[in-house]
């Protein structure tokens, strides 16, 4: 079992940065992937960025060079730098970790980019 606690959400005026954090405990060890998903309101939930045991990292097309994925030293927890943030950014964002042969979700944690 591996637990997830998301942190770092908020809001912020468009142009701003926030950076999300992902902590994931228990059964870490056999982590691979990790990454970050959002759900906008009337919307479907949409990879945003993930991030491999490697390093190796992707991204939506819609968030490329503003956002960056990245994981500490111990690869258990994952991180997102969100910068140049637009309305359109507004969404509950998800983490998601990869682990074995499960998924596991975090709780979400809102982002909301207005004026």
């Known amino acids: 079992q591996v637990r997830l606690v998301e942190s770092g959400g908020g809001l912020v005026q468009p142009g701003g940065s926030l950076r999300l954090a992902c902590a994931a405990s228990?059964?870490?060890?056999?982590?691979?992937?990790m990454g970050w998903y959002r759900q906008a309101p009337g919307k479907q939930r949409e990879l945003v960025a993930g991030i491999s045991s490697g390093g190796r990292t992707n991204y939506a097309d819609s968030v490329k060079g503003r956002f960056t994925i990245s994981r500490d030293g111990d690869k258990s927890t994952v991180y997102l730098q969100m910068n140049s943030l637009k309305p359109e950014d507004t969404a509950v964002y998800y983490c998601?970790?990869?682990?074995?042969?499960?998924?596991?979700w975090g709780q979400g944690t809102q982002v909301t980019v207005s004026s």
């Open positions: 998601l970790v990869n682990a074995g042969t499960d998924d596991y």
């Open positions: 228990g059964r870490t060890f056999n982590i691979n992937v």
